[in-house]
């Protein structure tokens, strides 16, 4: 991604790191069973790594929709929103990986959130992060799949998606980038169940399948 240094006066990191630990101290004064220094050390731990994320994000090329909405979020002060949008990186769990589409808290909000994301990418004041599950994060993952695919000498692909919001946008993008890497791939016209593409997989003799489901989880993952 192309970089992009210029970044609005209300990102101000050493202001935003102390509203944060200001935020997750009050959250934690309740909570006997972690001693107060060991509090500290994760309330500062997860606030430096947050701003760190969001300032990666902040320095390339994203949308103006989802550059203005982080600094909305900040702006409002919506700490919980920003800390569960940016206090990590989406990595491999066992056979999957899944994160959130929305950081919301309320029941309301979240269907909000939903509504939008199904209507556009990156919809305006809904906040996604390096926690969150969108197309960013998505690339990412999916460039290291198609990288260890390669190495491997895999070269057939079977791709299938499920009702979730923006899961066929998912399934495409993950297909656009595998077709770049040289790969024949195959994907759903429709959504489709699991088992459906395992036994397209082995129908198709293909070396890899890809499913965007979120599976058991609530309807905020994906």
């Known amino acids: 991604m192309a970089k992009n240094h210029q970044t609005p006066e209300s990102f101000q990191r050493s202001d935003m790191e102390k509203k944060l630990n200001e935020f997750m101290t009050k959250k934690f004064s309740k909570i006997d069973s972690i001693s107060k220094t060991n509090q500290r050390k994760y309330i500062k731990t997860i606030s430096r790594k947050t701003v760190d994320n969001i300032e990666r994000w ?35 769990d066992t056979s999957h990986i899944r994160a959130k589409m929305t950081s919301s808290l309320s029941s309301r909000h979240i ?15 809904v906040i996604q992060g390096t926690s969150t599950f969108n197309q ?32 066929k946008l998912f399934a495409t993008i993950v297909s656009d980038l595998f077709l770049s890497y040289g790969f024949k791939t195959n994907i759903f016209n429709n959504l489709c169940s699991t088992p459906e593409l395992a036994f397209s997989v082995k129908k198709l003799n293909a070396d890899l399948g890809i499913m965007i489901t979120a599976s058991h989880n609530d309807k905020r993952f994906n």
């Not at 079977?158 to 009702?163: P, S, T």
């Open 136 to 167: 960013i994060t998505l690339l990412g993952i999916a460039v290291g799949i198609a990288n260890h695919a390669k190495k491997s000498g895999y070269k057939i692909i079977v791709i299938g998606f499920d009702n979730r919001v923006q899961s």
């Open 111 to 125: 269907l909000s959130d939903l509504q939008k994301l199904s209507t556009s990418s990156f919809p305006n004041n």
């Open 58 to 92: 902040l320095s390339l090329k994203i949308p103006t929709e989802l550059r203005n909405s982080i600094f909305e979020y900040i702006k409002n002060e919506n700490w919980h929103e920003i800390l569960e949008s940016f206090n990590d990186e989406i990595s491999y």
